[in-house]
């Protein structure tokens, strides 16, 4: 039994630290669209601001448990299974991806925007404005919402784990409700507890220690 | 014309909002020449910041033309635009440093968009820092440093690609009198010793006496006036030039009850600051009234008006009189203005 929680821990700990990395592969490049697309953006493109937007509200809408069935094909496609933790990743990633590409928005939306009119008037490119000004003064706060997402992340998959998933989900869904052995809901329960709560406080730590603002 | 480094043309500037079409800029004409202190002074609202924003183009004009260096700025490719502004460096109100950078670094910035490479930029840094007076202070960032501070490092970063303008956008507007002092003095030596054009946005007077050679005063959207500083000190035309030169509403010194002779006195800046009256009075041996005086000190030198009564004496009103010719100080006899009722009081 221990060996299955020590399992569990590690399979979760995967699926959640993949996961958060290839949702920010796709979320990051999609915030920093939606953010300069935007009206009063560095780089206004309305129609490619709404058909991004909408493809984020979309899949924002659909509930997790549904996006989890409903990508099986595609999550065949690319691990050639819908079953085990690597399989889950799929599914995680595109519930999550839309999800980080909103948080970065709001992150680069806090940026100041003096300081983007003095790049500007430096003769800075809107690419250089995105890799040297609006990510780098974004930082502390694109740090504190990678807390939040792993943490999402987290939580989602341990609903994965009801559909053929790993980690501490699946092993609390299968000891705890279909043996119904509280015991082990119990340990997992505490174990998940502790697992978000170490992700949640290092993600804050680095945040802060990042930001060049308080001293 | 070669010394004439930026030219506006017929400018105008509108922006189309939901609550309409606001007009920030109707038909601009400006030329401001290489190397010298030019100041745009309005009231907030007036157009200022929009027409700074317009000669490096973070604004495009609606229609009219910007030259820099004889270029038409609206004929540039993309690629030349960005760099036509890195020869313009700019300064803002709020400062705009990069947060999570420190000063050094933040000066090193406009140095790494220009692709110098980093041992260069770093050593140029270095020498700016020492420019501005805060060597020591290359580690800290932004909010680690005073609103002084802040203001020297964005001095630096604005300089760091050599610019030839230097536009500073309500540079001092958020610093307190004494650091607004500082901040002019460095701008104006800045100007001396590298020879760099510098546009002041402002709506301070101080501002523009302290370190202009030519202002341009804009009020809701039209420049109303423009010349030498001097000149508009001596005679501001415009209701919003005397508004802002005279804030307390007193226009040039008005007499209406002198009894006695009284005459004008106009100082033009020619003559240098000296006790001009005490001397006159020791050399002349009369004691003069004087009725009112508003003359203020701009680059060491007087400008101003003042009305003194003369004795009733008039051997030694006409001793006055030679005095000053001899000094050469503009004057003009003042008719009081409501002659009649004087009479009336004295008979």
């Known amino acids: 039994m221990l ?22 592969v796709i979320g ?21 601001n709404r058909v991004i937007g909408f493809i984020v509200n979309f899949l924002r809408s659909v509930p997790f448990i549904i996006l989890l069935v409903w990508v099986m094909p595609i999550t065949r496609a690319i691990v050639g299974t819908t079953i085990g933790s690597t399989a889950v990743i799929v599914p995680l990633v595109i519930a999550a991806a839309p999800f980080i590409a909103r948080m970065v928005e709001s992150s680069l939306k806090e940026v100041d925007l003096g300081i983007i009119e003095a790049a500007q008037s430096m003769g800075a490119s809107s690419f250089q404005l995105i890799y040297k000004v609006l990510i780098p003064e974004a930082k502390p706060s694109l740090l504190v919402g990678s807390a939040i997402a792993i943490t999402t992340i987290l939580g989602y998959s341990a609903l ?26 119990l340990v997992t329960v505490i174990l998940l507890v502790i697992v978000v709560q170490i992700f949640q406080e290092v993600g804050m730590l680095i945040a802060k220690k990042a930001d060049k603002r308080v001293k | 014309m070669s010394d004439e480094i930026i030219r506006v043309e017929e400018l105008n500037k509108t922006f189309t909002g939901k609550s309409g079409t606001i ?131 964005a001095i630096a970063r604005a300089l760091s690609t050599s610019p030839s303008v230097l536009l500073c956008d309500e540079a001092t507007s958020a ?35 302290t370190i202009c050679n030519r202002v341009a005063v804009i009020d809701e959207s039209h420049i109303v006036e423009m010349g030498e500083v001097k000149d508009i000190f001596i005679r501001p035309q415009s209701k919003i030039a005397k508004q802002l030169i005279f804030p307390q509403g007193d226009d ?42 508003n003359t203020k000190n701009v680059d060491g030198k007087t400008y101003g008006q003042m009305v003194i009564q003369l004795p009733e004496d008039e051997v030694s009103a006409a001793r006055i009189e030679a005095y000053l010719k001899d000094r050469s100080i503009f004057f003009k006899e003042e008719v009081p203005e409501n002659a009649e009722c004087d009479t009336g009081r004295y008979s």
């Open chain 1, 3 to 24: 060996n299955a929680i020590l399992v569990g821990i590690l399979e979760t700990v995967y699926m959640t630290v993949v996961s958060t990395i290839f949702a920010y």
């Open chain 1, 28 to 48: 990051l490049p999609l915030g920093v669209i939606l953010y300069v697309t935007d009206k009063g953006g560095t780089h206004p493109i309305l129609w490619l």
């Open chain 1, 160 to 185: 994965a784990g009801t559909v053929g998933g790993g980690g501490l989900g699946a092993l609390a869904y299968n000891y705890g409700y279909i043996r119904r052995d509280e015991d082990v809901l």
């Open chain 2, 23 to 153: 007009v920030a800029l109707d038909g601009v004409n400006l030329s401001i020449r290489r190397g010298e202190i030019f100041g745009i002074i309005g009231l907030s609202g007036a157009g200022k910041s929009t027409l700074v924003r317009c000669i490096n183009f973070l604004e495009r004009p609606t229609s009219g033309r910007v030259l820099f260096q004889g270029r038409d700025l609206a004929e540039l490719k993309p690629r030349e635009l960005l760099l036509a502004r890195q020869s313009m460096g700019m300064i803002f109100q709020g400062f705009n440093l990069l947060s999570q950078r420190n000063a050094l670094q933040n000066i090193c910035f406009p140095m790494e968009i220009a692709g110098v490479p980093r041992a260069d930029a770093k050593k140029r840094a270095n020498e700016l820092l020492e420019l501005v007076g805060l060597s020591d202070r290359a580690d800290a960032y932004p909010s680690q440093m005073s609103g002084g501070q802040k203001q020297r490092i």
């Open chain 2, 175 to 209: 610093l307190d009198p004494n650091t607004t002092r500082q901040i002019l003095e460095l701008l104006k030596h800045i100007n001396k010793a590298l020879g760099i054009t510098v546009v002041m946005i402002t709506h301070e007077m101080k501002v523009i006496e």
């Open chain 2, 252 to 293: 040039a010194p008005n007499i209406s009850k002198a009894g006695k002779r009284s005459l004008r006195l106009v100082f033009d800046g020619t003559s240098a600051f000296e006790p001009i009256i005490s001397q006159m009075t020791l050399d002349c041996r009369a004691a003069v009234n004087i009725l009112a005086a």
